[in-house]
């Protein structure tokens, strides 16, 4: 049996390719040794951030408004209970305001609407909604479109008025808000 020879010429080709990786290695940790002795920390490597974490947003469009609707009828709409309610409270007269909504970033967790009125010639806000007035959405994909409504109630004036729908993330920071058209309120006694 014989063993194949390995030429002088092919060993001085693998010798001198380790020699010249030790020295490329060698050259690398003498920057780095340089950069720490003046302070300098070499650059981290940071991975790009979550889509959730880069991209929080919402958007409120297609506002519609239904008007002269009773408190009650908008609870049984939306199939709640109207137990805690005074009979007056139940009475109250408003306006439905249907929306639509695309909120990204924020799975799983609630965000709120809430509404104001504002008197459209001073531009001043006049009545705006209470916590049992609000509602609460949470969306359940990365970004999340649907199509909800909020009761608005009415000044105890008459008027030409606007109402103000505001979408607010989690944290009760404002994400986006829309307004109606205007509406005139006549109060008959």
């Not at 049992?132 to 009761?151: C, F, G, H, N």
């Not at 404002?174 to 307004?179: E, G, I, K, Q, T």
């Amino acid at each position: 049996m014989s063993t194949p020879e390995v030429s002088k010429e092919s060993q001085k080709g693998w010798t001198s390719r380790v020699v010249t990786i030790g020295k490329i290695t060698g050259a690398i940790a003498g920057i780095f040794t340089l950069l720490a002795l003046f302070g300098i920390k070499p650059p981290k490597i940071v991975p790009d951030p979550t889509p959730t974490s880069a991209r929080m947003s919402g958007q409120l469009s297609d506002l519609s408004i239904e008007y002269d609707i009773q408190f009650d009828e908008f609870m049984n709409r939306h199939g709640w209970s109207l137990a805690s309610y005074a009979e007056d409270q139940k009475q109250a007269i408003g306006a439905i305001v249907n929306f639509k909504t695309e909120i990204t970033g924020f799975t799983g967790q609630w965000c709120e609407i809430k509404w104001e009125i504002y008197d459209s010639a001073t531009q001043k806000r006049v009545l705006a909604s209470t916590r049992e007035l609000e509602i609460s959405i949470q969306p359940e994909r990365e970004t999340d479109k649907a199509s909800d409504y909020v009761w608005v109630g009415y000044p105890k004036t008459g008027g030409t008025y606007f109402a103000r729908i505001e979408l607010f993330d989690p944290k009760g920071q404002r994400l986006d808000y829309a307004d109606t058209e205007k509406f005139n309120l006549t109060i008959q006694n």
